[in-house]
């Protein structure tokens, strides 16, 4: 019931401010809009300093929930990370570091009826090993069988006597790919 009566005094406010704006000279009017629009302005500025406390405590609340969900999957994640580390000492595993590609330019291409290799411009001073294997944007191009500091020599796997270790991910099987 009170707030259909201050519904009803605000109702009663505009229509007399309405009117008495409609029966006035524009040049009063547009004084009194000025002033409106600064009282209103200034009334937004002090009010909007002043932080609701129902919407804060949902957002304490809610920071609070989210902290504990938070807080619940570090403590899964950090029990995980030890499980994990005690399996791989009784299982004598070790974190394998991933393989760092070396990208290099063909510098000469050799082909012949018996041989097919070519010249790449990096070399051991770049971390390239005979034996290691040689990729590009197709798959797998060949093996390093020579190498000096700034170059090295790949035979290409068309070659008929090119024999290059391999290894079968679901048989966990050694292989020779020829």
Not at 33 to 43: A, I, M
Not at 81 to 101: A, F, G, S, T, V
Request: contains cysteine; charged residues 15%.
């Amino acid at each position: 019931m009170a707030s259909f009566i201050d519904y009803f005094v605000l109702l009663l406010l505009l229509i007399i401010s309405m009117s008495l704006i409609y029966f006035t000279s524009t040049n009063e009017v547009g004084g009194f809009r000025s002033l409106v629009v600064v009282s209103l302005g200034k009334f937004k500025n002090i009010f909007s300093s002043i932080q609701n406390p129902i919407q804060i405590a949902s957002e304490n609340r809610t920071l609070t929930d989210l902290n504990i969900v938070l807080s619940n999957e570090v403590t899964v994640m950090r029990q995980a990370l030890n499980q994990n580390n005690e399996l791989r000492h009784m299982l004598d595993l070790y974190i394998k570091q991933p393989n760092l590609l070396i990208a290099c330019d063909v510098i000469k291409k050799s082909t012949s009826a018996q041989v097919n290799i070519v010249t790449l411009n990096k070399g051991s001073l770049a971390g390239i090993k005979r034996g290691m294997c040689a990729i590009s944007v197709a798959g797998l191009a060949g093996i390093v069988i020579g190498v000096n500091d700034n170059y090295s020599i790949i035979e290409l796997l068309n070659n008929r006597n090119t024999n290059v270790p391999g290894y079968l991910t679901e048989s966990a099987f050694d292989g020779i790919v020829t």
